[in-house]
């Protein structure tokens, strides 16, 4: 018994030596929230609870009318809650920013932006006739994506998809050289009739892609240690055995 414990904790010691990770930092996941400015960190616009996009998402409309603008801002705009927050009637072809914040971003691993929508009126998905909507995805006036207009088309680095109701884009977007981070959405609508937009939804989240983890694997040079050991206690026990014989 005295000597299988002792193998016991050989054993154990080894794997704590030859398997040890320092500790690791739990993924890094944040929703973005809308902000009136590059910068800034103070929440504006609407908000709603969406449970089929995965919690409260950002209440928009894309302009129709002939003013584009910045997401939630301007107090004389919609009532007070800013350009954006409500319907308005055209044919469009104006833009609407977007402003988005992620206040905690991973600067180890890489990190992956998704962003589920309801009603984005892409070729393809949920597009009714004569009328289409396109998104632009950029950081730092650097352009993340082309305009996107078609469920499916080709986006480097990433994809999107979706059916009538919702549309999940996902894109790669490296290591952050910054613990937070600001990306700018930018919308566009076109109709071949004069019609009235209706309010659309998105949750945008970033999270980190964690590393793969270390496999443990034992040392050579501790296999042949606990062997020398083991092989010691045996002979030592044959030998006991031996005399009392």
Known sequence: MRMSSWAGAMATAMIATT??????????STVGIAVGSVGSTTEIGNKTSKP????DAIQYFIPLGTSGGTYGVGKYKCGGSGFGTCSDTGKGGETLKMILYFSSVSTINPSKLTIIFEDLDLHGASDPDHFFESLKILQAGNSLTGWITDIGGPITGGAIAGNNTNQTLNLDLGTSTASSLWLVLKFKATSDFKGTNTAEFLRATISEVPAAPPVATPLPGALVLMGSVLGFFGAGVWRRRARIA
């Not at 398997?19 to 890094?28: H, K, S, T």
Request: charged content about 20%; cysteine-free.
């Open 52 to 55: 089929d996009l995965g919690g």
């Open 19 to 28: 398997g040890a990770d320092p500790a690791r930092a739990a993924p890094v």
